[in-house]
């Protein structure tokens, strides 16, 4: 059992900045990789950035190249999504995700598990 709480949401002005953290309780989940995802209102989730557990590998969509940085804390088992120079269309419910093997990581379904999301709404 795995669960995954985001936290961090909120609004800001374009051009501002936002922290999310995901922290994971429950099983080991060593090895595994870390995902943040989005859906925009009316779109489909789509990948934004993930992160392998054990070599700290990152991985990001071209849309937030040079914006996002995903991290980690192995104490605390989070993982977080630093956010800068935001713009209207970053706005999402975000959502942090584990794979625990196999699959693709930029894929939603080949994640094992969920959050609930947190609004992340960027104004103009």
Do not use: H
């Not at 995954?4 to 989940?29: D, M, P, Y």
């Amino acid at each position: 059992q795995v669960q995954l709480v985001e936290i961090g949401g909120g609004l800001v002005q374009a051009g501002g900045s936002l922290r999310l953290s995901c922290a994971a309780s429950g099983r080991t989940f060593s090895g595994s990789v870390m995902g943040w995802f989005r859906r925009a209102p009316g779109k489909e989730r789509e990948f934004v950035a993930a992160i392998r557990w054990s070599s700290s590998s990152t991985f990001y969509a071209d849309s937030v190249k040079g914006r996002f940085t995903i991290s980690r804390d192995n104490a605390k088992n989070t993982v977080y999504l630093q956010m800068n120079s935001l713009k209207p269309e970053d706005t999402a419910v975000y959502y942090c995700a584990l794979k625990t093997y196999s699959g693709s990581y930029y894929v939603p379904s080949d994640y094992d598990y969920w959050g609930q999301g947190t609004q992340v709404t960027v104004s103009s």
